[in-house]
């Protein structure tokens, strides 16, 4: 598995499409195929397809299918009502369907923030396509032209004589149509849009989700099912050396125990091994792992001590690293002994901890696995419980429930995997539910960083030349035990400076891995924009000079930013070119909107920006703090401002980048997983503590940029520069320069 | 042998009587609006009312109920004012948090009438949401005071 799909997406996919009759249902799929047969497209009839994206009933109900999963960002939302607006269809007589895991459907991964990006052309396309046959079909029932045909929704109406015929009654016929040609598909001009960037849109599940009858993976259930929790190695890679479960057998409701095979490296989304407690009910099987005694046998990450490991990556930060851009060469401008600046920058792990812990039911029959589960990656579970139990991919049937939160966690699906192999060895169906301590000690953690930077200041106070380097665990030690450099991840805001600085270079240390490390809502933009718009705002205080204007003068004048990229991201850049116009425009919206340098500020208060540009979304976040005679923080107001290109659904996205500040908040003021011998320190909310509604930002105003652009991410562009703009309004307002994360280490008073 | 109400149903239990009420309305009742987060009373998606009073379901025991009124999620007849103004301000992100900031905010309501923001953040700070809906959920309680009132006048 190459980790580049999981963090910058090819795009180039493309799909064709065919209708046909199922069961008197007017059925239309976009098959998936690779871009070098996508020539054959004329010559071979597709071969049928179950795989459906959208069907109409002859009651008119229009079917569609949500192949991505909803974690809260809205995908399986947003995606439906795409194909819902080409299709001119009347959304209240929309319903939605799951996709099960199947490539069929491309890929599925609902992680990057991709969904929209990646899919909107095809679901534009499978839309207009249905509405083109349904107009045909319509045409020849009144004896009437096509083209003499529009619609409206859920009808098709004769312009000249404003004869109707509704959806449903022409549906049949029209799946007995040859699916027309992409060229003959027109697409609706933006102006016709009815739901495609329109305010009312609202999620799908709203009004199952306020009165509690949303299914979420921990409400899965399956006939006969039984309940394990799984005791873990404490250590990763230990395997169990020896265990005592007669204490455990005798806590009421516990059935048996059972154990599972450690993972061999690299672990990829293996389980992690144990002892699991087998139970008649949640509790029983929480209650019962208290009394297993188990040995462990040694692990080679119980060296593993966050104190002392800091010390090495920033050890290795000082030294040259591998070269990831170049501009100029900031070497010679050093040494010509010039004045220059450098500051080192500290974020620790962090936990995903999305409401609903990692959870699923499965059950395995007759060599084939049926699985529930809140997964954001329902063909990494088939790929997971077909490696671990030796079965074919498509022998593993995977459905998607919905996600009480993700953030990247519930892309890995090694609990899903678990319940397969319990489910195997009891011959029932098994639900394992992990208890919020399971989850924290046994993450996919976003990694631990050390930045170094170092910048040479030319006597305008401009730097002529800029040194970076970063060094962590990287995610792809997750599937290669031997990675050490974190290549794969420089995209995401390390080889893409957007400044105007004669010499820059970028770089990149190694550091090996001792516990399992993934991707986390903004994965490495969020050390990467805190060490570089920290950076940026201390080199504006020592020139003197106002934070946003140095801001826009570091960015400079409008223009493409020519990048070093190579391969999917070479590919990505030509339809999403790093503009800077685009990125001034966000900062100057964002800066406009806060009042920026027109409020006064009492003592103890003060703001702070960053324009961070990932997901090829731009957004720029002021923040403005109130730090108390205690020294604790308050967060009056946040005004962000996003340029995302074309969007789906407005008020979504503002939600999206509310959130946003909110999780920036947890992880500037608190977030920090730390392990001692190996083991996670941290346990649950009251010692990797979250952002409450009293310690939140009191009100956060988001503006959205209008734009033409094809549509980038939203889910997790609002991360980034939420903790350097917190923090450079911290140095506001107190004259405190912090350069590590989390906040909550550093006495202010 | 342990007699209760949920949501106006007589029940008996004769179980583990330390089993939390969470793990009984979800795994036994098979009610499950009402969501599990922490287990420690750190997280509020298990809030429940206990004789109209919001708790935490996960640190209840079962031996606690005996004689008590709970009602669940399940048992607030939609749409309540605050489901409504949920609703319309749109609060919901991934909403597994938001049956138990929902219920906690009904029995805020039914204490006080117009809750100021100080109020709400008091009121509300127990419930998390990781998705980071809390301006929304505040602006949505405030909605529903103004729902209930005029409901209340009407
Ligand atoms: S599950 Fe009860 S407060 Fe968290
Ligand atoms: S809406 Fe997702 S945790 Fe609150």
Redesign the pocket.
Known sequence: MKLIENVSRPVSRRGFLHGALAGGVFVLSARFIPEPLWAAEGEAAAPFEPSLWMSIAPDGIVTIVAHRSEMGCGSRTALPLVVADELDADWSKVKLEQAIGDPKYGEQDTDGSHSVRSSFDLMRQVGATGRVMLIGAAAAQLGVSPKDCTTEPHFVVHRASGRKLGYGEVAAAAAKLPVPKKEDVPLKPRSEWRYIGKESNSLFDLPEIVTGKAIFGMDATMPGMVYASVEHPPVLGQKIKSYDDKAALKVPGVQKTLTIETFKPPHVFQPLGGVAVIADNTYAAFQGRKSLKIEWDSSPHSVYNSAPFRKTLETTSRQPGKVVRNVGDVDSIFAKGGKTIEAEYYAPHLAHVSMEPPVAVAEYRDGKVLAWAPTQNPQAVQETIAGVLGIKKEDVTCHVTLLGGGFGRKSKPDQVAEAAVLSKQLGKPVKVVWS?EDDIRFDFFHSVAAMYMKAAIGPDGKPTAWLQRTVYPPINSTFDASATYALDEMGLGWNNLPFDIANHRAENGPADYHVRIGWLRSVANIYHAFAIHSFADELAHNANKDPVQYLLDLIGSPRIVALDLKGDEAEEAKNYPLDTARLRRVVEIAAEKSGWGKRPMSKGRGMGIAAHRSFLTYVATVVEVEVDSKGQVHIPNVWTAVDAGTIVSPDNIRNQFEGAAVFGTSLALFGEITATNGVIDQSN?HNFQLARMNRAPRHVDVQIVKSEAPPAGVGEPGVPPFAPALYNAVFAATGKRVRELPLSKTKLV | MIRFKVNGKEKTFDGDPDMPL?WYLRDVAQLTGT?????????????VHQNGAAI????TPMKEVGGAEITTIEGIEPMHPVQTAWMEIRVPQCGYCQT?QIMQAIALLKDNKDPSDQDIDTAMS?N?CRCGTYQRIRAAIHQAAKHQAAKETA
């Open positions: 919020r909310f | 969470l969501k599990f987060g922490c287990g420690m009373a750190l997280c509020g998606a298990c809030t935490r379901s996960c640190t138990g127990g998390l």
